[in-house]
């Protein structure tokens, strides 16, 4: 093996299956799951220096993975729009792309010098990676490139809130924003012959998949790496400007909106930041407010996932936001939907319904409208526990962003976690409300409820 390259710190390299001096294999093995893009992605780099060092060709993976918690036909489609184009700037680089479906690929492991896998936080993510780990019999690497800085960089423990992690992170960011060339596979894997699933596009690959085709595709995102880097541009250009006073302003699109392309490793954060500190610095209040939010409330998310065992789900709450949510199940509920009608977003709320109408059409919700919406089902089902379950549910089965750290931090600051406690009131106890009255007060809200009504 050849070591860390001088352009990837050290930091984001850890060896999960160690190196062994007489490994033999035909090729350098990248499964590439958490980061679907050829720039700016760290373990694709370092997978290409290693294959270059050892004289071996690159060939990577991608898998189909329908062994996931709600594997269907929205979120499958949108990563599906980016595979034509990653192939071929990839062969372009004299790397293979091959396709296989579902953990099928034992036979590509046996034959590979070196595997590299791209760090991701979930259970079923892990679990993925445990098994390409017993499985194979060549040193495994795990790069971690979802992220600007590797979450035990950063901090050995869980943060609690935003402030603590927050000076941990602006201290060492620099350090993280290495630029990474776009290294040339010296020998070509393309002549190799590798079985793959290959088909034209995206609908020949869903017709064959075993997915839930009732969560229809969305015509408001279309994915891959292209797509996201024509939208992080246009944000730089035309919402960045605005981004620190209106981003909580649901009827102006002064957001990024690359949430999904983040989600599925199609746009590195790195990416981002560096393209927004191209055209401004950190003095300027909407950088700042940005690095808040993709790095500070992105990267405590991820520092959740490593280090609290319970994340993702109610009993990953805080002790005193648990007790008190506990403490007022008793409390009369005007309202209670079962999960069919808010799913169908018949409430009687007009806002809430504006919330999930946009959940359903375009696979996110806009970040403040967000916040009510998942508040309001604290208010709305029998117990604390069923509202964490219903906002999971919705949120990772309709959300193209879903199924993310950051789907689990959301939902529970929603619920008192990463927040302080607040005067005791009914049903939320002292968890933060959020009332109708702080949407009304928003001047684009009625635009997004013409939008979504
Ligand atoms: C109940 C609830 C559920 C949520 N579920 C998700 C989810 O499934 N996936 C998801 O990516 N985000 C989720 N968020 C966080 C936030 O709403 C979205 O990241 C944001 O609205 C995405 O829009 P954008 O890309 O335009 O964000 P921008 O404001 O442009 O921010 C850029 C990026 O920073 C990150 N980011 C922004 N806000 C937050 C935040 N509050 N916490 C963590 N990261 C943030 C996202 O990756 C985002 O794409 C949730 C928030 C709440 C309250």
């Known amino acids: 093996m050849v070591g860390v390259p001088s352009f990837i710190r050290a930091e984001r390299v850890r060896f999960l299956k160690p190196q062994q001096t007489s490994a033999s294999g035909d090729y350098v093995l990248y499964v590439m799951e958490a980061c679907q893009r050829t720039v700016q992605n760290y373990a694709l780099e370092y997978a290409v220096y290693q294959a270059n060092g050892l004289s071996k060709p690159l060939v990577v993976l991608f898998p189909l993975l329908e062994r996931q918690p ?35 690929f034992s036979d590509l492991m046996r034959e590979a010098r070196l595997i590299v896998l791209d760090r991701a936080y979930l259970s079923h993510q892990r679990e993925f990676r445990s098994v390409v780990v017993e499985e194979s019999e060549a040193p495994v690497a795990e790069v971690e490139g979802g992220v600007v800085c590797p979450v035990e960089a950063v901090s050995q423990k869980a943060e609690p809130y935003a402030r603590t992690i927050r000076p941990k992170l602006l201290k060492i960011l620099d350090r993280f924003l290495e630029d990474l060339p776009a290294q040339q596979a010296v020998k070509s894997s393309l002549p190799l012959d590798l079985e793959s ?29 292209e797509e996201g880097l024509r939208r992080l541009s246009l944000f730089v250009r035309e919402r960045l400007p605005i981004y620190a006073e209106k981003r909580s302003d649901p009827g102006t699109d002064a957001t990024s909106e690359l949430s999904p392309y983040l989600r599925f490793g199609m746009v590195s954060p790195v990416q981002v930041l560096k393209a927004v500190l191209r055209v401004s610095s950190t003095n300027d209040a909407n950088v700042q407010s940005l690095v808040n939010e993709l790095v500070v409330w992105r990267e405590l998310a991820r520092n959740a996932a490593v280090y609290n065992p319970l994340f993702g789900g109610f009993d990953g709450l805080p002790g005193w936001a ?118 009304k007060r928003k001047p684009g809200i009625q635009l997004y409820l013409s939008r979504y009504s």
Request: proline share 4%; aromatic share 14%.
């Open 70 to 104: 709600h594997p269907n036909l929205r979120r499958f489609r949108f990563m599906l729009e980016g595979l034509a184009e990653l192939r071929y700037a990839l062969r372009r680089r004299n790397i293979k792309l091959v396709v296989r479906k579902g953990s099928r």
């Open 197 to 225: 699933w290959d088909e034209d596009g995206p609908e020949e690959y869903l017709r064959g998949l075993d997915i839930d085709r009732s969560v229809q595709p969305v015509s408001y995102f279309r994915g891959g790496e």
């Open 322 to 439: 648990r007790q008190t949510l506990i403490q007022h199940v008793g409390d009369r509920r005007e309202y209670v939907y079962d999960l069919p009608t808010l799913e169908r977003a018949e409430t009687h709320d007009p806002f809430w319904n504006a919330a999930q109408r946009e959940l359903l059409a375009t696979g996110k919700i806009h970040n403040y409208v967000r916040m009510y919406w998942c508040k309001k089902l604290i208010e709305w089902t029998e117990t604390p526990q069923r509202a964490f379950e219903y906002a999971v549910y919705l949120n990772d089965r309709y959300g193209l962003d879903g199924l993310d750290p950051n789907s689990y931090l959301g939902i529970s600051w929603c619920f008192g976690a990463f927040d302080r406690p607040f005067f005791e009131s009914k049903i939320y106890g002292k968890v933060r409300r959020m009332t109708e009255e702080s949407l």
